[in-house]
C-alpha cells in the first residue's frame, strides 16, 4: 500500500506563486510516473503537469511557461512550482503517482487527497 500526502495549498493573489508537495511512502514499490491533476466543480480532472521517471515532462497548455513540475527520487516526492497564477488556476490540485509493485511487477495508481489552490484578489 502506498500513501500519498499532498501539502502547499492555499489562498494567493493573482500574479502570485505557490508550491505543492506530494510525498509517496511505504514499501515494495518503485514509483514511475507522478503528476499533477486539478479539478474544479462541474468539470472533469484535467491533467496539469507529469514527470515520468525519466527527465521529460508534460504540461498543459494553459500552463506552460508558468508552472514547473520536479521531483525528488531519494523522497519519492513530486512538486509543482506555480508562478504567476491566474484566478482561471484555481481549483483542487491533486497528485497522482503510478507505481510498480517489486512483488507482482502491476502498476497501481494512487491519488493524493487533493489541495485546494484559490487565486484570488
Known amino acids: 500500500q502506498v500513501q500519498l500526502v499532498e501539502s502547499g495549498g492555499g489562498l494567493v ?9 506530494c510525498a509517496a511512502s511505504g514499501s ?12 474544479v466543480p ?3 480532472r484535467e491533467l496539469v503537469a507529469a514527470r515520468p521517471s525519466g527527465r521529460s515532462t508534460n504540461y498543459a497548455d494553459s500552463v506552460k511557461g508558468r508552472f514547473t513540475i520536479s521531483r525528488d527520487n531519494s523522497k519519492n516526492t513530486v512538486y509543482l512550482q506555480m508562478n504567476s497564477l491566474k484566478p482561471e488556476d484555481t481549483a ?10 517489486r512483488a507482482s511487477l502491476r502498476e497501481y495508481t494512487y491519488w493524493g ?8 484578489s
Open 92 to 101: 483542487v490540485y491533486y497528485c497522482n503517482v503510478k507505481v510498480l509493485n
Open 113 to 120: 487527497q487533493g489541495t485546494q489552490v484559490t487565486v484570488s
Open 42 to 44: 462541474g468539470k472533469e
Open 28 to 39: 515494495g514499490f518503485s514509483v514511475n510516473t507522478m503528476a499533477w491533476y486539478r479539478q
Open 13 to 21: 493573489q493573482p500574479g502570485g506563486s505557490l508550491r505543492l508537495s
